[in-house]
C-alpha cells in the first residue's frame, strides 16, 4: 500500500494567501485540500481526513472560532489559526475554540511551515501513544502487533486487506469512516472512488467474524455515510 503525502486542510476565503499557502506546501511534499467557506471546511474535515487544518478567522458566514468548535466536536486533528487580528483576546478565543497554534498575517512561509512540520509530529506522537496494542469490542479481539484476529478466543484467518480494514475500522471503532477515507487507508492512494472492492471486502469480512453475517453485530452500514464497528448486541 502506497503511503500518502501529509495532507492539509487550508480554509480561506482570500485567493492570494491560498494560493501562495498551496505553493509553498506541495513545494515541500505536502497534499493540499482547499476550503472556502466554514460549510465546506467541515465537510472536508470529515472526508479528506486532513493531518493538520489551517484555517482563517475571517471568512463569510460561519467565522474561523465557530467552524473550529465544530470541527473539535469530532475531531482532534491539529488546528492552525491564520488571522489578521494580532491582539491576545483574538489569539486566545482561538485557543479556547480549540486550536493549537495561531498565526497572524502577514506571515512567512518559513514560519508557517515549521508549524505545520511541528503540527504533523505532534499528531503522529498522539496517534502513535493513543493506539493500544490489542483492540476488543464484544468477543472480537484485534492484535494490532501481531496482526491476528480472535472471535470467542478462537482465530480467524484475514487476508492482508481485510486485516486492514478490520483494523482501521477497530482504531476508530464507534466512529462513522466514509468509503473514501477506508479506500484510501486501506488500498492505497488513487482506489477512492472502488467503492465495489470496499462492499465486496466488508461482505468478506462480516462472513469470517460474525455469527450472523445477515445481522452483523460487529460490522454497521449507514446507508449513504459509511461504516462503522461497534458491539450494538
Known amino acids: 500500500m502506497n503511503k500518502r503525502k501529509p495532507r492539509v486542510l487550508v480554509v480561506d476565503d482570500e485567493p492570494r494567501y491560498v494560493w501562495a499557502i498551496r505553493m509553498n506546501l506541495e513545494a515541500r511534499g505536502y497534499e493540499v485540500v482547499v476550503a472556502q467557506d466554514g460549510e465546506a471546511a467541515i465537510g472536508?474535515?470529515?472526508?479528506?481526513?486532513?493531518d493538520v487544518i489551517m484555517l482563517d478567522v475571517r471568512m463569510p458566514g460561519m467565522n474561523?472560532?465557530?467552524v473550529c468548535k465544530q470541527i473539535r466536536e469530532f475531531s482532534a486533528v491539529p488546528i492552525i489559526m491564520l488571522t489578521?487580528?494580532?491582539?491576545?483576546?483574538?489569539?486566545?478565543?482561538?485557543?479556547d475554540a480549540g486550536a493549537d497554534d495561531y498565526v497572524t498575517k502577514p506571515f512567512g512561509a518559513e514560519e508557517l511551515l515549521a508549524r505545520v512540520r511541528a503540527a504533523v509530529r505532534r499528531r503522529e506522537r498522539v496517534e502513535r501513544a493513543a493506539a493500544p496494542p490489542v483492540l476488543r469490542t464484544g468477543e472480537l479481539e484485534v492484535d494490532l502487533i501481531r496482526q491476528r484476529v480472535f472471535v470467542r478466543d478462537a482465530e480467524v484467518t484475514l487476508t492482508p486487506v481485510e486485516f486492514r480494514l478490520l483494523q482501521e475500522l477497530a482504531k476508530q471503532s464507534g466512529r462513522v469512516l466514509v468509503p473514501e477515507y477506508l479506500l484510501e487507508k486501506v488500498w492505497g492512494v488513487g482506489y477512492e472512488?472502488?467503492?465495489r472492492l470496499l462492499r465486496q471486502a466488508v461482505h468478506r469480512l462480516r462472513q469470517k467474524i460474525e455469527g450472523d453475517p445477515g445481522h452483523p453485530r460487529y460490522i454497521h452500514t449507514l446507508r449513504g455515510i459509511g461504516y462503522t464497528l461497534s458491539d450494538a448486541a
Not at 44 to 50: K, N
Request: overall charge negative.
Open 193 to 195: 472512488g472502488e467503492q
Open 44 to 50: 472536508h474535515a470529515v472526508t479528506a481526513d486532513p
Open 84 to 95: 489578521a487580528l494580532a491582539e491576545e483576546v483574538d489569539k486566545v478565543k482561538g485557543l
Open 64 to 66: 474561523g472560532y465557530e
